[in-house]
């Protein structure tokens, strides 16, 4: 069973990046899809992007301030947003597709909280 | 962009009772890659239904998809009491992916 945890700082200052990181346990990183998911406190979902292998895909709205990068030999991939405001606050999900198909495992998510 | 809009906000039912959620896209459903995710509190998504039908695994016959093109469909034969909660649909056929607004199903 393939478990996904998300790591990283609760706690961001104004203008500073957020880093988070996710660690895949239980199967391989190869052949899908890694992507992350924000959920801004009280509110809906919203889509931030994607890596498969070395092909990213971003939401427009966070492309300028986004990166996605994996490694494979930790077993972990990864998750900067740069130039943080208040929001950018929201519990961060990270998450796993088959192609063709929508994410399926997702973490537990943390919250980050964007405050001087 | 494809925009999801979901329908209605909050649905107040009783147990037993069959919930209709619906789910428009702004736009055809590139090969209805359309999902289904129920959220309880604190915790994250669970699938419920992808490319507009088709049960995810483990996920209980009361949960059914239809639809195709640009207005789908979640309905819930008869709803038990860990049913309630919010449910989101997903566009996963078009980049960028996006979600609904999410439709809260109470207990009336």
């Known amino acids: 069973q393939v478990q996904l945890q998300e790591s990283g700082p609760g706690l961001v200052k104004p203008s500073e990046t957020l880093s988070l990181t996710c660690t895949v346990s239980?199967?391989?990183?190869?052949?899908?899809?890694w992507g992350w998911i924000r959920q801004p406190p009280g509110k809906g979902l919203d889509y931030i992007g994607w890596i498969y292998y070395g092909t990213t895909n971003y939401n427009p709205s966070l492309k300028s301030r986004v990166t996605i990068s994996v490694d494979t030999s930790k077993n972990q991939f990864s998750l900067r947003l740069t130039s943080v405001t208040a929001a950018d606050t929201a519990v961060y999900f990270c998450?796993?597709?088959?192609?063709?198909?929508?994410?399926?495992?997702w973490g537990q998510g943390t919250l980050v909280s964007v405050s001087s | 962009e494809v925009v999801l809009t979901q329908s209605p906000g909050t649905l107040s039912l009783s147990p037993g009772e069959r919930a209709t959620l619906s789910c428009r896209a702004s736009?055809?459903?590139?090969?209805?890659?359309l999902a289904w995710y129920q959220q309880k509190p604190g915790q994250a998504p669970r699938l419920l239904i992808y490319?507009?039908?088709s049960r995810a695994a483990g996920v209980p016959d009361r949960f059914s998809g239809s639809g195709s093109g640009t207005d789908f469909t979640l309905t819930i034969s008869r709803l038990e009491p860990e049913d309630f909660a919010v449910y989101y649909c997903?566009?996963?056929?078009?980049?960028?992916?996006?979600f609904g607004g999410g439709t809260k199903v109470e207990i009336k």
């Open positions: 998450a796993r597709a088959v192609d063709s198909r929508p994410f399926d495992y």
């Open positions: 490319v507009a039908s």
């Open positions: 239980g199967d391989y990183m190869s052949g899908y899809y």
């Open positions: 997903n566009q996963y056929g078009s980049s960028p992916l996006s």
């Open positions: 736009q055809r459903v590139s090969n209805n890659y």
